[in-house]
């Protein structure tokens, strides 16, 4: 089992989870032509995808799966919440699949697990995948760690995790009042501290990979990110892979 991004952050999203004969694409943020690109660089083709997943409608996250989908004939699969959004948005998707919210399910050899997270949009999702022997979890887009996304993510073998901004950075940048509101309420964005603290609360023996995902340009910086999750592992921050805006990051493997 691995997994990849083809690009994290604020300007487009796209994750790769691949098991056996079975490759899935987490949302798709990213025209077609950059699809193809940034698949490339992981030597993939559009043509290899046998599903898309999608966490929630904001455009970073879904703006390039209607074109991909509609083109390549790839099922859709996303909650009614985000289906009936993304129908309002843009019309119906051709090929859309409805995620029952924490109801597991199979596609070709990798088993997903959705479970319900925070965030200021509508029935938002996401996941864990297992190859029946190991799991990757995948948090981003949430506003606070609840106990059950906590109860999702223990005894992950990888686990790719929103450190999307550093308080006192965003408290002192930019952003208008409003806006720095929205990212550090329950409904925004996890900061460094709150994916630190989610490392110090659940079972981390068995992990293998931790990813530092949908970095801010503005209200983040890569020292601190990985300083944070580091110290709580006790590990060197170079152990630590940090997803990239523009490349992602390349295949990570389950052993």
């Known amino acids: 089992m691995r997994f990849a991004s083809i690009g994290s952050g604020s300007k487009g999203n796209g994750t790769l989870v691949e098991c056996g004969r079975t490759t899935l694409l987490v949302d798709c943020g990213f025209s077609l032509r950059q699809t193809e690109l940034r698949l490339g660089r992981l030597g993939r083709r559009i043509e290899d995808i046998d599903a898309i997943l999608v966490t929630h409608e904001h455009s970073d996250h879904l ?135 989610l490392l110090e609360r659940v079972d981390t023996t068995q992990l293998q990979h931790l990813v530092v995902m949908h970095l801010s340009e503005r209200n983040n910086c890569k020292t601190k990110a990985l300083a944070a999750v580091s110290d709580v592992l006790g590990c060197d921050p170079e152990w630590v892979t940090l997803a990239d805006q523009q490349e992602g990051f390349g295949w990570r493997e389950v052993a």
């Open 63 to 197: 703006s390039g799966v209607r074109r991909l989908a509609n083109r390549y004939g790839l099922p859709v699969w996303m909650s009614v919440g985000t289906a009936r959004e993304a129908e309002r948005r843009a019309g119906l998707l051709d090929t859309v699949r409805l995620i029952c919210d924490q109801q597991r399910f199979s596609i070709g050899d990798i088993e997903i697990n959705p479970y319900p997270v925070p965030h200021d949009a509508t029935e938002p999702l996401q996941f864990t995948f297992s190859d029946g022997a190991h799991s990757v979890g995948l948090l981003t887009d949430a506003g606070e760690v609840t106990p059950h996304i906590e109860s999702q993510l223990r005894r992950c073998d990888a686990l790719l995790l929103e450190c999307n901004h550093d308080l006192e950075l965003l408290q002192s940048g930019p952003y208008p009042y409003a806006l720095k509101r929205r990212v550090a309420g329950r409904l925004g964005h996890l900061n460094n501290r709150q994916a630190a603290e």
